[in-house]
């Protein structure tokens, strides 16, 4: 079956700094989808993106999916507190099925003030 | 969130005894969700539905069944819980190209 592999796991960075987390698939995806999750709160969506290549901003954060459509990145410019949480890549297979979003495991953004 | 709600909140039960946990949305979506999340795992795939009475399952239905009789309801039950299914569970509706909307979760401790 489809895989996600998300990395890293846990990321420390200094307020201010940025903050990177790649998202790699087993297979190709017909699209990719970015949710953030607060401590103690549940996945909220952030994104998607569809096309090759393609490259999205909200503000501080800049997503991307690769040429292949197999692999994708969030990069957060100049952490601040308020993105402290838990970041998931979540890909749908080419098939588009309906047992919907395969999840990566996460990575936890912790910040240091 | 897209008038999702998780009902309970919380629950503690004992390890043999059953446990449904409820899934209500007002928006009339018909893909209906079943995550479990655990520590290292993510978000896992226990059961979904594309429609009433239109199920099937995902990644990790062993000791899960569902049932969704109404459009608006999506239930999980456990029906002899086990240690190994203390766990959150999250509910999402949606159809994966649109974004999923999530509850707020179900926090279930089976002792």
């Known amino acids: 079956g489809q895989q996600v592999m998300q990395i890293p796991q846990y990321q420390h960075v200094q307020e201010g700094e940025d903050f990177t987390t790649y998202c790699n698939s087993s297979t190709t995806l017909s699209n990719i989808q970015w949710y953030k999750q607060r401590p103690g709160g549940h996945p909220v969506f952030l994104i998607q993106?569809?096309?090759?290549?393609e490259v999205k901003k909200q503000k501080r954060l800049t997503f991307q999916f690769g040429e292949a459509k197999k692999n994708s990145s969030l990069h957060i410019t100049a952490t601040q507190t308020t993105d402290v949480g838990t970041y998931f890549c979540?890909?749908?297979?080419?098939?588009?099925?309906?047992?919907?979003?395969?999840f990566g495991k996460g990575t936890h953004l912790i910040i240091q003030p | 969130d897209a008038g999702i709600t998780q009902s309970p909140r919380h629950k503690v039960t004992e390890t043999g005894t059953p446990v449904t946990l409820r899934c209500h949305q007002t928006?009339?979506?018909?893909?209906m969700y079943w995550y479990r999340q655990d520590p290292g795992h993510g978000l896992r795939l226990i059961h979904y539905?594309?429609?009433?009475?239109?199920?099937d399952k995902g990644e990790v239905s062993d000791g899960y069944s569902v049932s969704r009789s109404k459009t608006e309801d999506f239930l999980l039950t456990l029906e002899s819980a086990t240690s190994s299914q203390t766990s959150v569970y999250f509910c999402a509706v949606g159809q994966g190209a649109q974004g999923y909307t999530f509850g707020s979760g179900t926090r279930l401790t089976v002792v």
């Open positions: 928006e009339n979506h018909r893909y």
């Open positions: 979540a890909g749908l297979g080419s098939g588009g099925g309906a047992d919907g979003l395969t």
């Open positions: 539905s594309y429609g009433v009475k239109d199920t």
């Open positions: 993106l569809v096309k090759s290549g």
